[in-house]
């Protein structure tokens, strides 16, 4: 079982950063490969970014690709995602989540986590 409560989220305008962290409790952070998920109200659950256990390979998605970075220092059991030049298009509830399964180095399908944060709001305003 492992927890994961993320922060970092608030009200910015367009063009602003943020930096979103997720804290993660309970059994070994490097053992989990980690993602950050994004849900607009009436809109699914959307792929961010996931990095490996090592923090050696990461993958976004592409709307967020050059502007979002995900980060993890497996040392403070956190996970990053620095989201710099915002776009009201990024409002949204943003989770992140993690992920046990020994034969997968990192995901975009929510499906292969098993641990989800209980999120945290980031609103863009133009």
């Known amino acids: 079982q492992v927890q994961l409560v993320e922060s970092g989220g608030g009200l910015v305008q367009a063009g602003d950063s943020l930096r979103l962290s997720c804290a993660a409790s309970?059994?070994?952070?490097?053992?989990?490969?980690m993602g950050w998920f994004r849900q607009a109200p009436a809109e699914e659950r959307e792929f961010v970014a996931a990095?490996?256990?090592?923090?050696?390979?990461?993958d976004y998605a592409d709307s967020v690709k050059g502007r979002f970075t995900i980060s993890r220092d497996n040392a403070k059991n956190t996970v990053y995602l620095q989201m710099n030049s915002l776009k009201p298009e990024d409002t949204a509830v943003y989770f992140c989540?993690?992920?046990?399964?020994?034969?997968?180095?990192?995901?975009?399908?929510?499906?292969?986590?098993?641990?989800w944060g209980q999120g945290t709001q980031v609103t863009v305003s133009s």
């Open positions: 989540a993690a992920g046990l399964d020994s034969f997968v180095v990192l995901s975009k399908r929510p499906n292969d986590y098993h641990y």
């Open positions: 309970g059994r070994a952070f490097s053992t989990y490969y």
């Open positions: 990095i490996s256990r090592n923090a050696g390979s990461t």
